[in-house]
């Protein structure tokens, strides 16, 4: 499967971003999506996984200002990011697995090619 992820840009502190990963090829319906972010000299950090069945997941830092979701009509998997602070910039990365849906980066077998998101406080 191929992501494309976009949606990334210049948003100032308190302001609002929709980031969205489509996936080509394979059946999307089958897999568990998540976003990843990494900032410069940090690690890859998990910010939100959703399962096949809908069920999602979130980094304590993102809890209640970001949602995850995914239209399988669409085969696009979004990431709605309310209430940025300036810690939340980063390159954001979506990520496919068809048994993976944990918090631990190196289960995912596809990545997309990453977005910046710059949030100036």
């Known amino acids: 499967v191929q992501l494309q992820a976009s949606g990334g840009g210049l948003v100032q502190a308190g302001g609002s971003l929709r980031l969205s990963c489509t996936a080509s090829g394979r059946t999307f319906r089958s897999y568990n999506m998540a976003w990843f972010r990494q900032a410069p000299g940090k690690e890859r950090e998990f910010v939100a996984v959703?399962?096949?069945?809908?069920?999602?997941a979130y980094a304590e830092s993102v809890k209640g200002r970001f949602t995850i979701s995914r239209g399988n009509a669409a085969n696009t998997v979004s990431l709605q990011m309310n209430s940025l602070k300036p810690e939340d910039t980063a390159v954001y990365y979506c990520a496919a697995d068809e048994t993976q849906w944990s918090s631990t980066a190196r289960g995912y077998t596809y990545w997309g090619q990453g977005t910046q998101v710059t949030v100036s406080s």
């Open positions: 959703i399962n096949r069945s809908g069920g999602s």
